[in-house]
């Protein structure tokens, strides 16, 4: 499963958010945050560019770190 870094979730508000935003994207499923870690993990159904998980993100007011 893929994992990404996301800079400036705080909350479970924050963890709904990222949440919904990833499983909005078509090809990802089975969303995991760990907000103690700051990352997401995911499944991904089709390959998915990184650009549009990015935009995503920062869509919602957050950022994917690398």
Avoid at 25 to 41: Q, W
Avoid at 50 to 62: H, L, S, T
């Amino acid at each position: 499963m893929p994992t990404i870094q996301i800079k400036g979730m705080r909350c479970g508000h924050c963890v709904a958010s990222v949440t919904s935003a990833l499983n909005a994207i078509d090809g990802i499923s089975e969303v995991n945050i760990s907000l103690e870690k700051n990352e997401a993990t995911f499944k991904q159904n089709q390959e998915v560019p990184i650009a549009a998980i990015k935009q995503a993100i920062a869509a919602i007011g957050f950022e994917v770190v690398e």
